[in-house]
């Protein structure tokens, strides 16, 4: 009886520790963007990945020629309700130039509006506009 008792306070344990990080888990993983939605306008791809694993990005975008992609990679990380992703400069200028990326600076901090195992969506104030962008992705097995 004393056993049970214990293995379950371990189990419950174990269960809250693990979900502490549940952001960081859920969000590993390769991210395909589905849909932009601007202050002014909505775009669509399939071409676009976001990749996240241990504070390591990647940004994708598959290139209609030769099926090259073109890649970025820098760091993120999860603080509370938001990620905050890095592009260091040796990448910047090919995520800057990437239409479907929009990044200003080298560091951008989204919002995590939803985060699931299958859908990840994201938000960003516009210093420009004031108005948010919501990036809507699918998990890409």
């Known amino acids: 009886m004393k056993k049970a008792a214990i293995y379950a306070i371990l189990l ?4 809250i520790s693990c ?16 849909e932009t939605i601007y202050p002014a306008r909505t775009a669509t791809t399939d071409s676009v990945f976001y990749s996240f694993d241990s504070g390591v990005l990647q940004l994708q975008t598959l290139l209609p020629r030769n099926h090259e992609s073109e890649r970025s990679y820098g760091q993120y990380r999860i603080e509370g309700d938001s990620i905050i992703m890095t592009i260091p400069d040796t990448y910047f200028g090919q ?24 859908k990840l969506e994201l ?19």
């Open 12 to 15: 419950q344990l174990m269960t």
């Open 19 to 34: 979900s502490d990080n549940s952001s960081e888990a859920t969000i590993r993983g390769r991210w395909q963007l589905r």
């Open 95 to 118: 995520a800057a130039a990437n239409e479907h990326y929009d990044w200003q600076t080298n560091e951008r901090r989204f919002a995590i509006r939803t985060l699931t195992n299958t």
């Open 123 to 141: 938000s960003v104030n516009s210093t420009r506009t004031g108005a948010d962008t919501i990036y809507t992705f699918r998990k890409y097995h």
